[in-house]
Nanobody
Framework: QVQLVESGGGLVQAGDSLRLSCAASGGTFSMYAMGWFRQAPGKEREFVAGISRRGSSTDYTDSVKGRFTIGRDNAKNTVYLQMNSLKPEDTAVYYC??????????????????WGQGTQVIVSS
């Protein structure tokens, strides 16, 4: 059983940056592909970014490409999401998730076995 705990959310202004972290425990972190998802009020949870077990492969949804960067430190059992040039439409609860495969195909929610509780990001205009 893998436990995931996100942190780093907050209230920022448009154009600012935030760095989200997701700490994993209870499993072999390096065996899991990791993803970041977000859910805005009244909307479906959507894929934001994914990274392979070893960190060599990443993918992003189009709306965050060039602004967000996903990374991981397997020695610290942590995955990060660096968010730059934030926009009001980035406002959402951000979740990290872990899935038991190596790389690619990070988008589908059903592929992930474990989810964190989420961290709120609010971007004011």
């Amino acid at each position: 059983q893998v436990q995931l705990v996100e942190s780093g959310g907050g209230l920022v202004q448009a154009g600012d940056s935030l760095r989200l972290s997701c700490a994993a425990s209870g499993g072999t972190f390096s065996m899991y592909a990791m993803g970041w998802f977000r859910q805005a009020p009244g909307k479906e949870r959507e894929f934001v970014a994914g990274i392979s077990r070893r960190g060599s492969s990443t993918d992003y949804t189009d709306s965050v490409k060039g602004r967000f960067t996903i990374g991981r430190d397997n020695a610290k059992n942590t995955v990060y999401l660096q968010m730059n040039s934030l926009k009001p439409e980035d406002t959402a609860v951000y979740y990290c998730a872990a899935g038991p495969w190596g790389s690619n195909g990070y988008g589908p929610k059903l592929k992930y076995d474990y989810w964190g509780q989420g961290t709120q990001v609010i971007v004011s205009s």
